[in-house]
């Protein structure tokens, strides 16, 4: 009896941290992700950069406390209730380093040479206009700044978001893309790795740099 007992009291415990994990609401990324992106964009207390497509804002909390007092995190948004979330939670949580920039699908919205990195985080499969954000991200990196695009190849049959250029095909974007894109616009191509996920879809980072002033 005791052979089946415990059998069938483990899956009932099972089954109720499951219905309660389901119950959550969306977990924030993994720290292996945030120490993947501190690394590959070269954070350090006192750095600036963007979030670009923040989303909520989760990426760009656990950003603010890496880059530190001296630091700062822009994130932007095209969707004025996630930029007020953004805002709010930061008033909350008592984070100054955290500026909201209102951003349109043509353009960042960030200031000239602000920001130290950038990273665009399942975002880039999303632009309309990819040209024109890809020139204003170049703009508001400094010289010798990282960009990193985390994003997936498209997946047939899924539907590409409405507006996006017809290159992408389906839901996503091809790395090559993402690279002959950037590269047009003067950025400097470094590397393409898998990126860490807790999703069921592989990801890539590819990773750029801008030319130095005096390159």
Same mark, same amino acid.
């Given at each position: %009896?005791?052979?089946?007992?415990?059998?069938?009291?483990?899956?009932?415990?099972?089954?109720?941290?499951?219905?309660?994990?389901?119950?959550?609401?969306?977990?924030?990324?993994?720290?292996?992700?945030?120490?993947?992106?501190?690394?590959?964009?070269?954070?350090?207390?006192?750095?600036?950069?963007?979030?670009?497509?923040a989303?909520?804002?989760?990426?760009?909390?656990?950003?603010a406390?890496?880059?530190?007092?001296?630091?700062?995190?822009?994130?932007?948004?095209?969707?004025?209730?996630?930029?007020?979330? =953004?805002?709010?939670?930061?008033?909350?949580?008592?984070?100054?380093? =955290?500026?909201?920039?209102?951003?349109?699908?043509?353009?960042?919205?960030?200031?000239?040479? *602000? *920001?130290?990195a950038?990273f665009?985080?399942?975002?880039?499969?999303?632009?309309?206009?990819?040209?024109?954000v890809?020139?204003?991200?170049?703009?508001?990196?400094?010289?010798?700044?990282?960009?990193?695009?985390?994003?997936?190849e498209?997946?047939?049959?899924?539907?590409?978001?409405?507006?996006?250029?017809?290159?992408?095909?389906?839901h996503?974007?091809?790395?090559?893309?993402?690279?002959?894109?950037?590269?047009? *616009?003067?950025?400097?191509?470094?590397? %393409?790795?898998?990126?860490?996920?807790?999703?069921? =879809?592989?990801?890539?980072?590819?990773?750029?740099?801008?030319p130095?002033?005096?390159?």
């Amino acid at each position: %009896m005791r052979r089946i007992a415990f059998p069938i009291a483990l899956l009932m415990i099972l089954a109720g941290t499951a219905v309660r994990l389901a119950a959550k609401p969306l977990a924030p990324p993994r720290e292996s992700e945030i120490d993947h992106l501190v690394r590959i964009i070269e954070l350090h207390e006192g750095s600036s950069v963007a979030d670009v497509g923040a989303g909520s804002g989760e990426v760009s909390f656990a950003l603010a406390g890496q880059v530190g007092p001296g630091g700062k995190v822009y994130a932007t948004e095209i969707n004025q209730q996630l930029l007020d979330t =953004i805002r709010n939670a930061a008033r909350r949580a008592k984070t100054p380093n =955290i500026e909201v920039v209102k951003a349109t699908q043509h353009n960042t919205g960030l200031p000239h040479g *602000c *920001c130290d990195a950038i990273f665009l985080r399942d975002v880039y499969h999303h632009l309309t206009d990819p040209m024109s954000v890809d020139r204003s991200l170049y703009e508001a990196l400094r010289p010798g700044g990282r960009l990193a695009v985390i994003d997936f190849e498209p997946v047939p049959k899924w539907p590409a978001p409405p507006g996006v250029p017809a290159n992408r095909r389906w839901h996503g974007v091809p790395a090559s893309i993402v690279s002959k894109e950037l590269m047009a *616009c003067g950025f400097t191509r470094l590397e %393409m790795i898998d990126w860490p996920t807790s999703g069921t =879809i592989k990801h890539y980072c590819v990773v750029f740099k801008k030319p130095p002033a005096n390159y």
